[in-house]
């Protein structure tokens, strides 16, 4: 066994002098590194989470009015969701090429609007703009596919803690990209534009060749490894909430930005040595004698084993076989295979299954995404002041990022240890969302913080719960394709509860106000309503569709208990290769 092994050795020997360059060599094309890689291009695969800080330059430079403005924040989420592109690029190409097009999409479609808001170029046309932030936005898709997916089939016994992991850092991105431009740049929102078009995209390029599939390892306490990479993030996490609120009370000079930004790109590289660490372990099995067994017993095949591989290897049973390869993936549509063996993508975008996690994502996070994009309005139309609304946009930022690890730490907990349905965590996410909108419809005092961390945590919670449940019932075969199709509802949802639900009301609210004052449309710049009543109606709904998703997905657990009960890592074990 491999604890056993691991026992016998001590993984904390040094290296020689002449093995430090084969280990190098070794380090390098390793798993370990490949995930440390992975982790930096998350980090820098955020630039959406931005679009809040220089949207107010894009507003004054070229002159936009406020729903302009909006329909580039559209036209930007809608990039950032639909990734069905990349994922079937990844299909039929490399993961290099797809993290190359990715960085080209990024540094071309925010250098573009760069240009545009320093004057480079002629003042393009809305649409043209509109074309920019979404191929800009569309980028994060192809680092996604090339990072995260390549991960997941990299470490599948851990796929919910590294998930979890990929996607936190992925919410702490914005956070970081800050602390990185106020140092080198300061406070000039255009430079900022520059900084997230050439920065996501030169990390891509650096590690284009590191990211790859490889053959899954049994690696000794696998686990344990995934918990310091947290512990890693949590200290980065913990670090920029502490230095983003102190930004806010006091006027930084440029060396403590400096200085700061230091300790930020430290503990963004702290996972490196934990990634060293853990291939000095590799390095050390690899390096200990094989020990021969003491018996060797050869056991001769019974006959009617025998008989039914000759069976298995006559003409028309391989015929058989080929003709059901040869099916096409429309004959097969209706013959689906188990839960948790490899689905095409028609069996899988067809099955209920994946119906019902659709349903589930269009009432979840298409509600989620409409809380947060309207945070700010509500701390004004409750009467706080703008320093306390950027209040509650940190915690929803930082609070994100913990919804994400937890739920891919805790999920994959309870089916190791319980065999808990992951589902159930996704249900338990979404009543929690649910008591965080009616802290919105029915505010008290102060209320508004506990509802900013319910709505951050549960937002960020949803995704890592949404990937890795496509990947256990699916299965990794066509994953790239998969997990990009199930976060289509996300944008869908957000369009019909934010534009169609929440802003209508939210004006209606605040045209029954200027007739109350005796004011017409026509005599105001911009429509604003203050007061408790003007979300109460809108987040009423939210938290009445929250809770049909999570009925939804409880749905879903009730259909997977039985899959989940039996060892859905057993086949990954049994492929993968024994240090």
Same mark, same amino acid.
């Given at each position: 066994?491999?604890?056993?092994?691991?026992?016998?050795?001590?993984?904390?020997?040094?290296?020689?002098?002449?093995?430090?360059?084969?280990?190098?060599?070794?380090?390098?094309?390793?798993?370990?590194?490949?995930?440390?890689?992975?982790?930096?291009?998350?980090?820098?695969?955020?630039?959406?989470?931005?679009?809040?800080?220089?949207?107010?330059?894009?507003?004054?430079?070229?002159?936009?009015?406020?729903?302009?403005?909006?329909?580039?924040?559209?036209?930007?989420?809608?990039?950032?969701?639909?990734?069905?592109?990349?994922?079937?690029?990844?299909?039929?190409?490399?993961?290099?090429?797809?993290?190359?097009?990715?960085?080209?999409?990024?540094?071309?479609?925010?250098?573009?609007?760069?240009?545009?808001?320093?004057?480079?170029?002629?003042?393009?046309?809305?649409?043209?703009?509109?074309?920019?932030?979404?191929?800009?936005?569309?980028?994060?898709?192809?680092?996604?596919?090339?990072?995260?997916?390549?991960?997941?089939?990299?470490?599948?016994?851990?796929?919910?803690?590294?998930?979890?992991?990929?996607?936190?850092?992925?919410?702490?991105?914005?956070?970081?990209?800050?602390?990185?431009?106020?140092?080198?740049?300061?406070?000039?929102?255009?430079?900022?534009?520059?900084?997230?078009?050439?920065?996501?995209?030169?990390?891509?390029?650096?590690?284009?060749?590191?990211?790859?599939?490889?053959?899954?390892?049994?690696?000794?306490?696998?686990?344990?490894?995934?918990?310091?990479?947290?512990?890693?993030?949590?200290?980065?996490?913990?670090?920029?909430?502490?230095?983003?609120?102190?930004?806010?009370?006091?006027?930084?000079?440029?060396?403590?930005?400096?200085?700061?930004?230091?300790?930020?790109?430290?503990?963004?590289?702290?996972?490196?040595?934990?990634?060293?660490?853990?291939?000095?372990?590799?390095?050390?099995?690899?390096?200990?004698?094989?020990?021969?067994?003491?018996?060797?017993?050869?056991?001769?095949?019974?006959?009617?084993?025998?008989?039914?591989?000759?069976?298995?290897?006559?003409?028309?049973?391989?015929?058989?076989?080929?003709?059901?390869?040869?099916?096409?993936?429309?004959?097969?549509?209706?013959?689906?295979?188990?839960?948790?063996?490899?689905?095409?993508?028609?069996?899988?975008?067809?099955?209920?299954?994946?119906?019902?996690?659709?349903?589930?994502?269009?009432?979840?996070?298409?509600?989620?995404?409409?809380?947060?994009?309207?945070?700010?309005?509500?701390?004004?139309?409750?009467?706080?002041?703008?320093?306390?609304?950027?209040?509650?946009?940190?915690?929803?930022?930082?609070?994100?990022?913990?919804?994400?690890?937890?739920?891919?730490?805790?999920?994959?907990?309870?089916?190791?240890?319980?065999?808990?349905?992951?589902?159930?965590?996704? #249900?338990?996410?979404?009543? $929690?969302?649910? @008591?965080?909108?009616?802290? +919105?419809? %029915?505010?008290?005092?102060? !209320?508004?913080? /506990?509802?900013?961390?319910?709505?951050?945590?549960?937002?960020?919670?949803?995704?890592?719960?949404?990937?890795?449940?496509?990947?256990?019932?699916?299965?990794?075969?066509?994953?790239?394709?998969?997990?990009?199709?199930?976060?289509?509802?996300?944008?869908?949802?957000?369009?019909?509860?934010?534009?169609?639900?929440?802003?209508?009301?939210?004006?209606?609210?605040?045209?029954?106000?200027?007739?109350?004052?005796?004011?017409?449309?026509?005599?105001?710049?911009?429509?604003?309503?203050?007061? #408790?009543?003007?979300?109460? $109606?809108?987040? @009423?709904?939210?938290?009445? +569709?929250? %809770?049909?998703?999570?009925? !939804?997905?409880? /749905?879903?657990?009730?259909?997977?208990?039985?899959?989940?009960?039996?060892?859905?890592?057993?086949?990954?074990?049994?492929?993968?290769?024994?240090?």
């Amino acid at each position: 066994m491999v604890e056993e092994a691991t026992g016998s050795i001590s993984i904390r020997r040094g290296l020689k002098g002449n093995e430090l360059l084969p280990f190098t060599v070794q380090f390098l094309r390793g798993r370990w590194f490949a995930l440390f890689a992975s982790f930096l291009i998350m980090a820098g695969a955020g630039a959406t989470y931005l679009f809040g800080t220089y949207s107010k330059e894009i507003k004054a430079t070229l002159g936009y009015d406020q729903t302009t403005l909006n329909l580039l924040g559209f036209s930007k989420d809608l990039g950032a969701n639909v990734g069905v592109l990349s994922g079937l690029i990844a299909e039929v190409t490399p993961t290099w090429f797809v993290l190359l097009l990715g960085a080209a999409l990024n540094f071309g479609g925010y250098f573009m609007i760069w240009l545009a808001v320093t004057g480079k170029i002629a003042k393009p046309k809305v649409w043209q703009m509109c074309i920019y932030i979404c191929i800009g936005a569309n980028s994060q898709n192809f680092a996604n596919t090339g990072a995260l997916v390549t991960s997941v089939k990299n470490f599948p016994e851990s796929r919910g803690n590294m998930l979890g992991l990929l996607k936190g850092y992925t919410g702490l991105s914005g956070a970081v990209m800050t602390q990185i431009y106020l140092a080198v740049y300061g406070n000039d929102s255009k430079s900022l534009i520059l900084l997230i078009g050439w920065l996501p995209a030169a990390i891509s390029i650096i590690f284009v060749y590191t990211i790859r599939t490889m053959r899954p390892v049994r690696h000794p306490n696998e686990k344990r490894v995934f918990y310091h990479f947290l512990f890693a993030s949590i200290a980065l996490a913990v670090f920029l909430m502490a230095i983003t609120l102190a930004e806010k009370l006091v006027t930084f000079s440029r060396a403590e930005y400096a200085g700061a930004t230091t300790v930020v790109c430290f503990l963004v590289f702290a996972p490196l040595f934990i990634s060293i660490r853990e291939e000095l372990v590799v390095w050390n099995i690899k390096k200990q004698p094989i020990n021969p067994p003491t018996e060797i017993t050869v056991e001769k095949p019974q006959p009617e084993i025998v008989q039914s591989k000759q069976e298995a290897s006559e003409p028309g049973s391989s015929k058989q076989a080929d003709e059901k390869e040869e099916k096409s993936c429309f004959l097969t549509i209706f013959d689906r295979p188990d839960r948790g063996d490899d689905y095409t993508i028609l069996q899988a975008l067809t099955s209920i299954d994946m119906l019902i996690l659709f349903l589930a994502t269009f009432c979840g996070l298409g509600s989620s995404l409409t809380a947060v994009d309207n945070l700010g309005q509500i701390g004004e139309s409750l009467g706080y002041p703008n320093r306390t609304v950027t209040s509650f946009v940190s915690l929803v930022s930082i609070w994100n990022y913990f919804g994400r690890v937890f739920s891919g730490f805790v999920s994959e907990s309870l089916i190791v240890r319980y065999k808990l349905p992951r589902p159930l965590m996704m #249900t338990m996410v979404l009543l $929690l969302a649910c @008591i965080g909108y009616l802290l +919105v419809a %029915f505010p008290a005092p102060g !209320s508004i913080y /506990i509802a900013s961390i319910i709505i951050g945590f549960s937002f960020g919670a949803q995704l890592p719960l949404l990937f890795a449940i496509i990947s256990e019932l699916f299965g990794l075969k066509y994953y790239s394709t998969l997990f990009n199709c199930g976060q289509l509802a996300s944008p869908l949802g957000s369009y019909i509860f934010n534009v169609k639900l929440t802003g209508f009301l939210y004006d209606r609210e605040a045209l029954k106000d200027l007739a109350e004052k005796g004011l017409t449309r026509s005599s105001v710049k911009e429509l604003t309503c203050i007061g #408790t009543h003007c979300y109460r $109606l809108p987040f @009423i709904v939210l938290a009445s +569709v929250t %809770f049909f998703g999570a009925l !939804s997905s409880l /749905i879903l657990v009730v259909r997977t208990r039985k899959f989940y009960k039996s060892d859905i890592y057993k086949k990954f074990r049994e492929n993968a290769e024994t240090l």
